[in-house]
Nanobody, 120 residues
Framework: QVQLVESGGGLVQPGGSLRLSCAASGSSFSSYAMSWYRQAPGKERELVAAATSAGGSTTYADSVKGRFTISRDNAKNTVYLQMDSLKPEDTAVYYC?????????????WGQGTQVTVSS
């Protein structure tokens, strides 16, 4: 089992940057695929970015490609989301997600979320 704690959210002006962090407790962090999701008011939760367990492969939502970068430091049990050129439509609660498949069964864990507000 793993526990996830996000940090780094806040209020930023359009065009600004933020870096979110997600610290994971528990063992075998490097075995988990890590992702960032977000949920804006009145909208469904959506995948923003994902990184494989080794971090060698990443995927992004079309809306954030070229602006956001997901990275992970397995030695620190932490995954990051660098967000640049932020837009008002990026305003949402951002959630960290960890997934692992063991003997064919998938286990998923969520953090509590961190608010990101992009406004002038």
């Amino acid at each position: 089992q793993v526990q996830l704690v996000e940090s780094g959210g806040g209020l930023v002006q359009p065009g600004g940057s933020l870096r979110l962090s997600c610290a994971a407790s528990g063992s075998s962090f490097s075995s988990y695929a890590m992702s960032w999701y977000r949920q804006a008011p009145g909208k469904e939760r959506e995948l923003v970015a994902a990184a494989t367990s080794a971090g060698g492969s990443t995927t992004y939502a079309d809306s954030v490609k070229g602006r956001f970068t997901i990275s992970r430091d397995n030695a620190k049990n932490t995954v990051y989301l660098q967000m640049d050129s932020l837009k008002p439509e990026d305003t949402a609660v951002y959630y960290c997600n960890a997934k692992i498949r063991i003997f064919g069964k998938e286990f998923t864990y969520w953090g509590q979320g961190t608010q990101v507000t992009v406004s002038s």
